[in-house]
Every structure is written in C-alpha cells, then in structure tokens.
C-alpha cells in the first residue's frame, strides 16, 4: 500500500506540474473523405518548439491563398509534418522556401502538410481538393512511415483538437520520432502515466543529445541493425507485413498521379530522409523502391537523400536533440533540391532571399530534372555537373555562380579524412563520396 500511495503521489505531482507526453497543440478536427481528420481552418497557435503556427480559411499552413490569376502557376504540396514544418516557423518550412525558390512573383506554392498524415491520407486529400486548389504542379512528400498504417492512419483527432495514436496503428509513437518508439506496456505507460513520461523524455533527451556527426552515426547504427517494421521497410525487404505496404504504395502513388493529371497537372514525389539514412546506404532500399514505383507511374522524382548525405554537417539538418524533424537548415536542403530539379515553365530560379537561405543551402547540388533521377555525380564532378544542371534548365548566370561556390565549398568538405572515416564505420559498404 504504501508503494502505491508512493508512486499515486508522484504521478499526481507529475500530472499538475509536467508537460503532456505528446505536444498538445490542439488544432486538429474529424474530417470525413478517408482523411480521418484535418486541420481546423483559421487556427493560431504555437507548435510543439514554439514557433508560431496559422491555419488559413482553406485549412492550409500560412497566409491565406490567393487569387488564381495573380500568377501564373500554383503548386500544392502535399505531405506529413516534414512538410508542414512541425518545429520551424512557417517561411522556414521547405514550400515556403521553395517558393522564394521559384520566385514568389510566377508561382504560389500552397502547404497542404498535416501532421501524422500517411500516404493513404494524402491521396485521398489531393482528390477531396485539387479541383478546388487547382493547381498545375502537385508535390508530394514521402518518408518511410507513410506506410506504417495503410489500412486506417496513425493517428485520430481527439475532442480536445490534438492527435491522439489509433488504437489500431502500427508503430504510430514511432511515426513522432524514429528514436522513441516504446515496446508493449511501455508505449501505454507513455501515454497515459505523466510521471513516466517524464522519466523516458529524460532518458530519450539523454539519448538524443547529439553533438556531432559521430553521435548521430551511433544512434543510426543502433537503427539500422533493428528488425522491426520502420527498419525492413527503410531497407525494402519484403515479407508478409512488408508485401501489403508496398502494394498500398503502388496503388496510393498510381491514384495520386491519376488525379493529378486529371487535373492539368504535373506529379512529382519528393523523398524526405530520416536522419539514420544519411548513414547507411543498406537503408535506402525502400526509397528505391518507392521511385521505380513512381516512375513506373509516370511520377518525376527527387531524392533529398543524397545531397543531405553529402553535407559537411548532417546534425545540423534536423532538430535534434528536441526531435528527428528537419531543422530550418534541413528545410532549405529540401527546397534546393526541388528547386534544381523542377522549374516551372516561365518562372526563374533566384537568387537567395537571404544570407542565411544561402547558407542553409549550402552543399545541395540540384538533382537534375529527370524521370528517372540520374545517379549523384562523384565528388570531383560537382562542379561541372551544376554548371550543366544550369545550362539544361536556362538558369542565371548569377545562380549558377552561387551554386558553384556552394559546391566546391562542398568538395572541399567531403575530401575530408574523418568524414570518410566516419562512413567506413557506420557503413562500410557506403560510398565514401
């Protein structure tokens, strides 16, 4: 008895004067369509890290969308919270990036990013919306966990407004962070006991208080010798729980062209890494799946993966320690990569908006327009592989100027000794470049 008043007390002290286990940020609504739910229009808040958050009247992250006409292309991207930019202020988040990118003058890129969303949701709401969004270019973010749970989502919206797991789901604490998940009876203890919470978001902080690339290698060689569900789909194994995601993806994939199409406009997946890929090229499997399928439909792809692979500093490209979710660094890579690969007919490629845009998207070579993707060139070719994306896409002298700096800055980095040591060790069968 006394153990229990004991532990009765601390929970209720923990209950009163701690933090919720998940961030409560309440903007979040039912929503019918096979979406499960979406978020609620016009909501202002602060997002777990405390940057500041709007919902516009159309249910979309930032400022309110605008007169068709005005410009002449819009792009929806469509994705989870890598791409609503859950953790960095809303011109942070890569489709804001994308469109200074561009040039906000020729096109409007739309954020149709909602928290939890899997790949499932997304298809579902691209069809519930395109016609009224109307878009030319759809884009589509994806990371491996669009396909923990094809048959029904991750996560449900509670009444409060914020996301509550599924019953049903599938790994769905692991959707929140890669590093976090909890077996059995700890995943409810997380939920629902405060005090433990506090104690495993001590040791999680613990684990995740990265310093460098060497810790970040650690935490991705723990990952990457995992059996579970996330890691065989990361690597694109395939057994009995593999083979029904994989079939989901094609269908989901097929679909979203589909309508895309339908639609006057032009499909293109983007494929977001998570922190343990950059590590271990045995982890990519599933992104090379996931592209023949895309491919197969007729779907332009680029991969994040190499680029952010290849950064001098790869800690810096997330928000660890707090969580695995690009930083706004991070969020510049994506847009750089985007933005070197596709360019909408009549727009021009910008100079950076700002000094720090420079220096986010500093090391991100353009990974060419197309479909399939070619290989990421060599180190040494760099340069001139740049110079050649430039020529092929009719961008600005000045821009390919700036990229060329970038670039050899880059070279410089990767030449680096302890950089490709530290591959040898995490990945020994991984490129050195």
Do not use: K
Request: proline content about 6%; aromatic content about 6%; charged content about 25%.
């Amino acid at each position: 008895m006394a153990i229990a008043a004991t532990l009765g007390t601390i929970e209720l002290a923990a209950r009163v004067s701690l933090p919720a286990a998940l961030p409560r940020v309440a903007m979040y609504r039912p929503a019918t369509g096979g979406v499960g739910y979406e978020l609620i229009p016009g909501w202002r808040g602060t997002g777990p890290l405390g940057e500041g958050i709007r919902i516009n009247a159309a249910g979309l992250r930032g400022a309110e969308v605008g007169d068709r006409t005005a410009r002449a292309h819009r792009a929806v991207v469509i994705g989870d919270s890598f791409t609503f930019g859950l953790g960095v202020a809303e011109a942070d988040a890569w489709p804001a990036v994308l469109a200074r990118a561009w040039g906000e003058e020729c096109i409007e890129v739309l954020n149709a990013g909602v928290p939890g969303y899997d790949l499932v949701q997304e298809a579902r709401a691209l069809a519930r919306r395109v016609r009224e969004l109307a878009p030319d270019l759809v884009i589509v973010g994806f990371l491996e966990n669009d396909l923990y749970n094809p048959d029904g989502g991750d996560f449900v919206a509670t009444e409060e407004g914020t996301l509550a797991p599924r019953p049903e789901a599938v790994e769905a604490a692991r959707s929140l962070n890669p590093f976090i998940a909890l077996p059995g009876l700890a995943v409810q203890l997380q939920l629902h006991s405060a005090a433990f919470r506090a104690a495993s978001y001590w040791a999680i902080r613990r684990r995740l208080a990265v310093h460098g690339d060497a810790d970040l290698a650690r935490l991705a060689r723990e990952v990457a010798a995992g059996t579970d569900l996330p890691t065989r789909l990361l690597r694109g194994e395939d057994d009995a729980a593999t083979a029904t995601r994989w079939a989901a993806a094609e269908r989901e994939l097929r679909a979203m062209a589909d309508v895309a199409r339908g639609a006057g406009a032009r499909p293109v997946l983007v494929l977001l890494p998570r922190p343990e890929q950059l590590y271990a090229s045995s982890l990519r499997g599933g992104f090379v799946r996931i592209r023949a399928m895309a491919t197969e439909s007729g779907i332009q792809v680029v991969d994040a993966t190499p680029s952010f692979a290849a950064a001098e500093s790869r800690v810096g490209l997330y928000l660890f320690p707090a969580d695995h979710h690009p930083s706004a660094r991070g969020h510049a890579a994506i847009a750089a990569a985007v933005a070197g690969a596709v360019l909408p007919e009549g727009c021009r490629r910008q100079r950076a908006s700002s000094e720090a845009d420079v220096s986010a998207g500093a090391g991100w070579r353009p990974s060419g327009s197309t479909v399939p993707q070619r290989p990421p060139a060599a180190a040494g070719d760099r340069e001139g592989g740049a110079a050649a994306a430039d020529a092929r896409s009719g961008g600005s002298q000045s821009t390919a100027l700036v990229r060329r700096r970038l670039w050899r800055s880059e070279r410089s980095a990767s030449r680096a000794s302890g950089e490709r040591a530290l591959r040898s060790v995490v990945d020994p069968t991984e490129d050195a470049g």
